[in-house]
Structures are given as structure tokens and as C-alpha cells.
């Protein structure tokens, strides 16, 4: 055995010396990795602005898909579908986020709506597929900012984006 010192009044080998080392950074990276695990938890959040001049945040938490949810999902893009409007669609806190799969609508919000496709079409069938499939759908412009265009909830309207003319 081949001493090297006197570490706390003991006589310390090589390998001791080196098992103190390791455990010292091991008990200063747990912490770390204890730390790394609990924030890799399989949630994302989501956040949302409103359209409006004073932007308040919102925090959603997005889950796995339930059976049910997946039905009815498929229950809103056959119903937008009936209307000639091809969306994607995902699970959004309490109801579906939904979006035209092929157009942003961030130009006709950018005009204010002027050949009124916002007011004549998206807004209505959102209504009408919220009261068919009993669910909340958020419907936004697939841009950038995700502007919402309209909530509908059971059929009936929390939210419409004031286009101003």
C-alpha cells in the first residue's frame, strides 16, 4: 500500500484518495442531474396571446390523447371537411386548437376581413362544429403569432377577433 498523506489524522492510500475525489463531484453534480431529470417530464407548455392591444399570457399544458378525443377529432375535420375546408387539429388545454391546413389567414386579418371569409365562413362553421361535436375549438390563423380568429364552445361564441372596418 502506498501512502500518500495524512488526510483527517488517517493515512491515505492512492485509490482512497481518489474514491474522496470522486465522491465530492458526485455529490456536487447530484443535485444537477436530480435537477435535469424533474424539469424532462413529458409536458410542453404552450402559450397564447390574445389579438388584443393589452396581451395577456396564457399557459396550457398539452397531454397524450385519449381514445375519445382522437374520435373526436376526427368527428371535427370531417365536419369542417363537409364545408369544403381542409384543417389540422390538435388537443388544447380544454378543446382543440384548429387551423386551414393549406392558407393563413394572417392576410385576410391583415385587411380586416374585406371579402368577409373570417365573418361569412370560418366563424360559423366554427360555431356550428363546436355544437355538433359538444367541444371547445380555439381556430387561429396558422401564423406566427397564432392569432385567434374565434373560440366556440358548445356551439356557443367566447371569442371573435375584432376586425375593425
Keep these: 500500500m502506498i501512502i500518500l498523506g495524512v488526510y483527517n489524522n488517517y493515512k491515505v492510500c492512492k485509490h ?5 475525489i470522486f465522491l465530492k463531484k458526485f455529490f456536487i453534480c447530484l443535485p444537477l442531474i436530480i435537477l435535469l431529470t424533474a424539469c424532462s417530464q413529458n409536458k410542453q407548455v404552450v402559450t397564447h396571446r390574445h389579438s388584443t392591444s ?12 385519449s381514445p375519445q378525443q382522437k374520435m373526436t377529432m376526427n368527428e371535427i375535420v370531417n365536419d369542417y371537411q363537409n364545408h369544403n375546408l381542409s384543417i389540422d387539429i390538435h388537443s388544447f388545454n ?10 393563413s389567414l394572417l392576410q385576410d386579418i391583415r385587411d ?4 368577409g371569409f373570417l365573418k361569412s365562413v370560418i366563424i360559423p362553421v366554427t360555431q356550428e362544429v363546436s355544437m355538433q361535436t ?32
Excluded at 380586416?112 to 371579402?115: L, R, V
Excluded at 361564441?157 to 372596418?165: G, M
Design 16 to 20: 482512497a484518495r481518489l474514491g474522496v
Design 54 to 65: 393589452s396581451s395577456v399570457e396564457h399557459r396550457f399544458t398539452i397531454k397524450q390523447d
Design 94 to 103: 380544454d378543446g382543440y386548437s384548429v387551423h386551414l391546413k393549406n392558407q
Design 112 to 115: 380586416n376581413d374585406k371579402n
Design 134 to 165: 359538444h367541444s371547445k375549438i380555439y381556430f387561429n390563423a396558422d401564423d406566427p403569432n397564432m392569432e385567434l380568429i374565434v373560440t366556440a364552445n358548445n356551439g356557443k361564441l367566447e371569442y371573435t377577433i375584432n376586425l375593425s372596418n
